[in-house]
């Protein structure tokens, strides 16, 4: 059990979504950087639900629990919680500043806290959106089958609310066993974005065509700001107006988390993670899964700089991260039932 100390409209319970209820009309939602919080989440035994890429993303988890344990997402800092219990929890994703009761601790990390520890997460070096697990995961209401956030439909975590000071977060039964006194952590961390550039791989989408040359052009080879009005819907990109080669009326359509729609402003606009699930803009193009979380770690002001690749290209790209998750989940199994000293 933990107490919230500092509240803020970004800082949510979060887990791996609802992919499911997409059909339904209900945002994916979940974790912006999905295999950030699976990775908090293997570090302490809990399900991971992992999705690394979308093949994954609605299969069961082997412990029956199908979004994973929630977590909270951080993405204000600094932000301090209380145990008011002896607990493990990890801190993964965005890395900066971790301390316990003033300790500092290695990113990436797992350990335990006593009751009455402060935990402060301040503001990272690298990367935007900071991962809290905790041990058994953070145990709120299952909602169309997840525990995550969905703000803008006020339903699922706490409430259906951002966390506030105060609030008082339980947790569901522990794993055994849990992680050493000493603490363990990722040997091969989930990759961030570069400081200059976020280079996120791009499949063209069925407009593509319709924008001039010069615009699918600009579109490749510009490199874009994230706008302060990036959010966990959208994140809204300043850069050379796009034009397409003759107005278009489109019928609302499905779309989904990566896709890159421009409004008649010219500026595009990328689907995040609470994207609605229709709309009606031309598409330009669709950020493969893998790269969404690269893009989630990009903080306002950052730069993007969209590279095609083909269907393959992100076919493999998928197989990869998903092989990669898989093989760190491996070893982690088999290193938590091994004798380790205190």
Same mark, same amino acid.
């Given at each position: 059990?933990?107490?919230?100390?500092?509240?803020?409209?970004?800082?949510?319970?979060?887990?791996?979504?609802?992919?499911?209820? @997409?059909?339904?009309?209900?945002?994916?939602? !979940?974790? @912006?950087?999905?295999?950030?919080?699976?990775?908090?989440?293997?570090?302490?035994?809990?399900?991971?639900?992992?999705?690394?890429?979308?093949?994954?993303?609605?299969?069961?988890?082997?412990?029956?629990?199908?979004?994973?344990? #929630?977590?909270?997402?951080?993405?204000?800092?600094?932000?301090?919680?209380?145990?008011?219990?002896?607990?493990?929890?990890?801190? $993964?994703?965005?890395?900066?500043?971790?301390?316990?009761?003033?300790?500092?601790?290695?990113?990436?990390?797992?350990? %335990?806290?006593?009751?009455?520890?402060?935990?402060?997460?301040?503001?990272?070096?690298?990367?935007?959106?900071? +991962?809290?697990?905790?041990?058994?995961?953070?145990?709120?209401?299952?909602?169309?089958?997840?525990?995550?956030?969905?703000?803008?439909?006020?339903?699922?975590?706490?409430?259906?609310?951002?966390?506030?000071?105060?609030?008082?977060?339980?947790?569901?039964?522990?794993?055994?066993?849990?992680?050493?006194?000493?603490? %363990?952590?990722? #040997?091969?961390?989930?990759?961030?974005?570069?400081?200059?550039?976020?280079?996120?791989?791009?499949?063209?989408?069925?407009?593509?065509?319709?924008?001039?040359?010069?615009?699918?052009?600009?579109?490749?080879?510009? $490199? %874009?700001?994230?706008?302060?009005?990036?959010?966990? @819907?959208? +994140?809204?990109?300043?850069?050379?107006?796009?034009?397409?080669?003759?107005?278009? &009326?489109?019928? &609302?359509?499905?779309? *989904?988390? !990566?896709?890159?729609?421009?409004?008649?402003?010219?500026?595009?606009?990328?689907?995040?993670?609470?994207?609605? $699930?229709?709309?009606? +803009?031309?598409?330009?193009?669709? *950020?493969?899964?893998?790269?969404?979380?690269?893009?989630?770690?990009?903080?306002?002001?950052?730069?993007?700089?969209? *590279?095609?690749? &083909?269907?393959?290209?992100?076919?493999?790209?998928?197989?990869?991260?998903?092989?990669?998750?898989?093989?760190?989940?491996?070893?982690?199994?088999?290193?938590?039932?091994?004798?380790?000293?205190?």
């Amino acid at each position: 059990m933990i107490e919230i100390l500092t509240g803020s409209a970004l800082n949510t319970i979060q887990d791996q979504g609802r992919p499911r209820a @997409m059909t339904l009309g209900v945002a994916r939602g !979940g974790a @912006m950087d999905g295999p950030a919080l699976a990775c908090g989440n293997m570090l302490l035994g809990n399900p991971t639900g992992d999705r690394t890429g979308d093949r994954t993303s609605d299969r069961t988890s082997d412990s029956g629990e199908p979004a994973g344990a #929630a977590g909270i997402e951080i993405a204000f800092f600094p932000f301090r919680v209380r145990f008011l219990a002896a607990l493990a929890f990890a801190v $993964t994703g965005a890395r900066g500043p971790v301390r316990l009761d003033g300790l500092a601790l290695p990113p990436d990390w797992a350990c %335990w806290a006593a009751p009455g520890q402060v935990l402060e997460i301040g503001p990272p070096a690298e990367g935007c959106r900071t +991962y809290l697990a905790l041990a058994g995961g953070i145990d709120v209401p299952l909602v169309l089958g997840a525990r995550a956030t969905d703000l803008k439909g006020g339903f699922g975590g706490l409430e259906g609310r951002a966390l506030q000071r105060g609030d008082v977060l339980r947790c569901g039964p522990a794993a055994e066993p849990g992680p050493p006194r000493c603490g %363990w952590g990722l #040997a091969e961390r989930c990759p961030l974005p570069d400081a200059g550039e976020t280079r996120v791989r791009v499949l063209p989408a069925a407009e593509f065509g319709d924008f001039t040359a010069a615009a699918r052009h600009a579109f490749l080879a510009e $490199t %874009w700001r994230v706008t302060p009005s990036a959010n966990r @819907m959208g +994140y809204r990109l300043e850069g050379e107006p796009l034009a397409l080669q003759r107005a278009m &009326s489109l019928f &609302s359509h499905g779309i *989904v988390p !990566g896709t890159v729609q421009v409004p008649p402003a010219g500026q595009p606009i990328v689907q995040m993670a609470d994207a609605n $699930t229709c709309g009606g +803009y031309p598409k330009i193009a669709t *950020v493969i899964a893998p790269d969404l979380r690269l893009l989630a770690q990009t903080p306002v002001n950052g730069r993007i700089r969209f *590279v095609e690749a &083909s269907r393959a290209e992100a076919v493999a790209a998928l197989r990869d991260a998903a092989a990669r998750q898989a093989r760190r989940q491996a070893e982690f199994a088999a290193l938590r039932h091994m004798p380790i000293p205190a």
